[in-house]
C-alpha cells in the first residue's frame, strides 16, 4: 500500500504520476484564481458559495497529500521541516485557522494562500533546477545578500550627509535615508525621492553604477549553478 502511494505522489516517472501532478497543478491554479474572484466587489451569494465549495476541495485535496508525503516519507520530520514540506502546510493552514478569527486576522490568513503558487517548483522540471542551483550557491547568495546590506547602510549614510541640510523633510535621519538608498540601489528610482545638491547627484551616480552590479552579481551565481545542475542531467540521459 505504501508504495503504490509513494508512486503516486513523488516523482517516478510514471502514468499514475504525471496525472496526480496535473491534477495537483489543475487545482493550484484554480485555487488561485479562486482567491482573486473572492476580492471582487458585490459579489452574488450563490458565487460565494460556489468559491468556498472549490476552496473546500482544494483543502481536502491538498490535505489529504500532505498526509501522504508525510506517510510515505522514510524521514517523517526531515519531510514536515523541508522547504516542499513547510509550502505544503502553508497551503492548508490558513483555511483550517480561518475557524473562529475575525474579519482583519481572516484577510492576512487568506493572502498565505498565495504560497500554493509555490507548490508548482516541485512538478515542473525547470523550476526544480532553479531551486537546486539556487540551494548549491546557497553560501554566494548569503554572502551577496551580506555585502548588498552593507552596501544600502552606506549608502544611506553618505546620502544623509549630502541631502540632509537641503531637505531635512526627505533625509531627516539615516533611517529615512534607508528608503532612497534601496531604490537607487536596486535602480528601481521611484522618483519620490532625489538629491538636489551636487555632492548628493555625483554621489548617486556611484550608487546607480554599483547598483546596476548588484542586480547582475545574482544572475551570474545562478546561471553558473544552474548550468552545473542541469548539464549531469543531461549527460545521463545521454
Not at 496526480?20 to 458585490?42: D, G, H, M, R
Not at 516519507?73 to 514536515?80: E, L, S
Not at 546607480?208 to 542531467?233: D, F, Q, R, Y
Amino acid at each position: 500500500m505504501k508504495e503504490k502511494i509513494k508512486n503516486i505522489v513523488e516523482y517516478n516517472d510514471n502514468r499514475l504520476n504525471k496525472s496526480f501532478a496535473i491534477f495537483i497543478q489543475f487545482l493550484i491554479v484554480v485555487s488561485v484564481i479562486t482567491f482573486s474572484v473572492e476580492t471582487l466587489p458585490n459579489l452574488k451569494p450563490q458565487t460565494k458559495v460556489i468559491l468556498n465549495s472549490v476552496e473546500i476541495f482544494c483543502v481536502i485535496v491538498f490535505s489529504l497529500e500532505y498526509i501522504a508525503r508525510i506517510y510515505v516519507a522514510n524521514h517523517k520530520p526531515g519531510f514536515i521541516f523541508s522547504f516542499f514540506g513547510l509550502i505544503d502546510l502553508f497551503a492548508i493552514l490558513p483555511f483550517y485557522l480561518s475557524f473562529g478569527v475575525d474579519l482583519r486576522s481572516l484577510r492576512v490568513l487568506r493572502m498565505f494562500r498565495l504560497f500554493r503558487l509555490l507548490k508548482l517548483v516541485r512538478y515542473n522540471k525547470a523550476m526544480r533546477h532553479i531551486t537546486k542551483a539556487m540551494l548549491l550557491a546557497k553560501e554566494q547568495i548569503i554572502l551577496f545578500m551580506g555585502v548588498t546590506l552593507v552596501l544600502i547602510y552606506f549608502a544611506a549614510i553618505g546620502i544623509y550627509y549630502f541631502e540632509n541640510e537641503a531637505q531635512p523633510d526627505h533625509f531627516s535621519s539615516i533611517f529615512d535615508s534607508l528608503w532612497w538608498s534601496i531604490v537607487t540601489l536596486t535602480t528601481v528610482g521611484y522618483g519620490d525621492v532625489y538629491p538636489v545638491t551636487v555632492g548628493g547627484r555625483i554621489f548617486t551616480f556611484i550608487i546607480l553604477l554599483i547598483g546596476l552590479g548588484i542586480v547582475a552579481i545574482p544572475t551570474g551565481i545562478i546561471s553558473s549553478s544552474l548550468t552545473k545542475v542541469v548539464e549531469p542531467n543531461d549527460n545521463d540521459k545521454a
